[in-house]
């Protein structure tokens, strides 16, 4: 039996491009970041000669398979600086590409369950407030109004004592993000390639000239590795060493249900988020598996852990089908921050160590990286999160701030 | 989920043990020596291969002892489990293995 054929899927938002020769800048990962980064460079820095080099489909990578979480409620200074950006950035995104990508401020509540989780919310909450980002400590009765469905009852195992609560943060819908900014990279001359691997660097002594890919060899003035978790295999290639170790991440998402879940609902110490996604889907997430992999799933304990966790705190949910579960690969750092910047090697610029909180970022991630290689030089913002903190001891740890375990 | 061998207990699942990161990691030799460099290669540096690695585990709700696995990263398939005072094991028609950077020997 012969089926027709369905039709070729059309390129509407950008073109497809044969890679050229040569570029000015290439960029290795066509994830948020990457993209992001070529807009940005296009956008704010006038360079257009790029092409952005993905292995798989655009955006198919943890820009597809994360739980669109956003928010800016980070520790440190360094963090709080960068994060608010981007949710500046977030803010006014959507009119500036002219694509609606359902960025919804619904607010995340970071849920306490021990006194420690207690001190450190409030604690956190003073820290948000004095780098201008909105914050708010609740007790129970004001969670449970926030959050209706949330089980605030002293009577579980693990009671909420509190949470932070920070009404700027929300969910956007990941997908249309990376299509807006494809499509206005594009509009501005740069070059995304899609099924083209990145397998070595050209070099010239200790300078970076070049790639090798799977479609060739293409110069390059400068090169930007934004690859997530594979950022220290391709790094290894050019002879630069990563502090950051690769783990599975997974997520889940139920079946649809009618609006139940006002806001993000965020715990560290029972091990699950929750949100729900605009068609309807409860969307979950939980931390790392605890060893090294690449294999894009992740173990069942996890997933039985996670949604233990989620029965007990959101009763509701007992009847909820899980409909699909998936995992990605996130590059972890020690200190839990990413890595932003130059590399011993000339003209190589390096974007990772995003570990399970990258989507957020998107924005800045992307302006400042775009910054870095236009200039050679760090923005201010992305200077603290150069890869000789390592070595100076300077570290920027916001394990605790990073709300999944890692 | 993996199945790990024990080398003192068997097989048991994942979740008795406790993951310790990359093995053969010796401490350094002379370590009032070494320079803020070689401080941060050994504090925050590990390998991270796709493929083979030889990483630590400990059997927490069994016997409590520290062993090293030979694991693919990839796959998830377990290809070893021996002992601390045991030499990393070679894996015959396996040209893939990526050796540690430091020869083994430490076995810490
Ligand atoms: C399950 C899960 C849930 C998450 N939830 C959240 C969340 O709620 N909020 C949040 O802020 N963050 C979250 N994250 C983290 C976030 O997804 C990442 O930090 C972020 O996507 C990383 O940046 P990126 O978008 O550029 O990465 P990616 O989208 O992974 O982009 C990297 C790209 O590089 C490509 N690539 C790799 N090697 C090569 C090569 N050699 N040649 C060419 N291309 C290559 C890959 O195919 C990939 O497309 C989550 C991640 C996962 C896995
Ligand atoms: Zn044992």
């Known amino acids: ?36 980064t070529a ?10 000669n790029v092409a952005v080099l993905e292995k798989g489909w655009l955006a198919g990578g943890n820009m597809a398979r994360n739980t669109t979480i956003i928010r800016s409620n980070y520790l440190w200074d360094e963090s709080a600086a960068i994060y608010e950006h981007a949710l500046g950035l977030w803010e006014r995104l959507p009119e500036e590409l002219d694509y609606d990508f359902l960025f919804s401020q619904r607010g995340v509540l970071n849920l306490a369950h ?4 207690v001190r450190e919310g409030v604690r956190r909450v003073g820290a948000n407030r004095l780098n201008g980002v909105d914050a708010q400590w609740l ?13 605030v009852s002293p009577r579980t195992r693990y009671p909420v004592l509190g949470a932070t609560f920070q009404p700027r943060a929300g969910i956007a819908k990941h997908d249309h993000v990376a299509w807006a900014l494809a499509r206005r990279a594009d509009e501005m001359g740069v070059d995304l390639i899609q099924g083209c691997e990145v397998t070595g660097f050209l070099k010239d002594g200790d300078r970076v000239v070049g790639v090798e890919t799977s479609r060739g060899r293409i110069l390059a003035g400068r090169v930007g590795l934004a690859a997530a978790g594979h950022s220290s295999v391709l790094a290894e290639r050019a002879g630069v060493r990563l502090p950051v170790q690769s783990h599975p991440l997974q997520a889940l998402v139920s079946e649809l249900h009618e609006p139940v879940h006002p806001t993000v609902v965020m715990s560290n110490h029972v091990h699950v988020y929750v949100s729900q996604a605009h068609k ?40 909820a089908h899980v409909l699909r579960t998936w995992g990605g690969i996130v590059d972890v750092t020690p200190d839990a921050s990413p890595i932003i910047g130059t590399t011993p090697v000339e003209n190589l610029y390096v974007n990772c160590g995003w570990g399970t909180g990258g989507f957020k970022a998107t924005p800045a991630a992307g302006w400042t990286f775009a910054h870095t290689i236009a200039t050679g030089e760090p923005h201010p913002l992305n200077a603290p999160f150069a890869l000789e903190r390592f070595t100076t001891g300077a570290l920027i740890d916001e394990h605790g701030a990073a709300a999944v375990a890692h | 989920m993996l199945l790990i061998s024990c080398p003192w207990c068997g097989p048991r699942d994942e979740t008795e043990y406790h993951y310790g990161g990359q093995a053969h990691v010796p401490y350094p030799g002379n370590p009032a020596d070494l320079t803020d460099e070689e401080w941060a290669a050994y504090v925050f540096y590990r390998d991270n291969p796709k493929g083979p690695f ?19 990263t990839v796959s998830y398939e377990v290809l070893a489990a021996y002992r601390l005072d045991e030499p990393r094991p070679e894996l015959p028609g396996r040209a893939d293995v990526h050796q540690p950077a430091e020869p083994a020997g430490g076995n810490r």
Not at chain 1, 140 to 149: F, H, L, N, R, T
Not at chain 2, 54 to 72: K, Q, S, Y
């Open chain 1, 1 to 36: 039996m012969t089926a027709t054929p369905l039709p070729e899927h059309p390129d509407f938002l950008w073109r497809t491009p044969e890679p050229r020769s040569s570029y000015d800048v290439v960029i290795v990962g066509a994830g948020g970041h990457g993209l992001a």
């Open chain 1, 39 to 48: 807009y940005y460079l296009a956008r704010n820095h006038g360079i257009t």
């Open chain 1, 114 to 117: 021990t006194l420690q989780d």
């Open chain 1, 139 to 151: 007790e129970p009765d004001e969670v449970a109004k926030v959050c209706p469905i949330l089980n």
């Open chain 1, 280 to 319: 309807g889907e409860l969307v979950m997430g939980a931390g790392v598996d605890a060893y090294n992999g690449y294999g894009q799933r992740g173990s069942f304990h996890v997933i039985e852990r996670q949604m233990a966790a989620a029965v007990e705190l959101f009763p509701v949910f007992a009847r």
């Open chain 2, 54 to 72: 030889a990483e630590r585990w400990m059997h927490g709700t069994g016997c409590r002892r520290w062993f090293n696995v030979l694991r693919d």
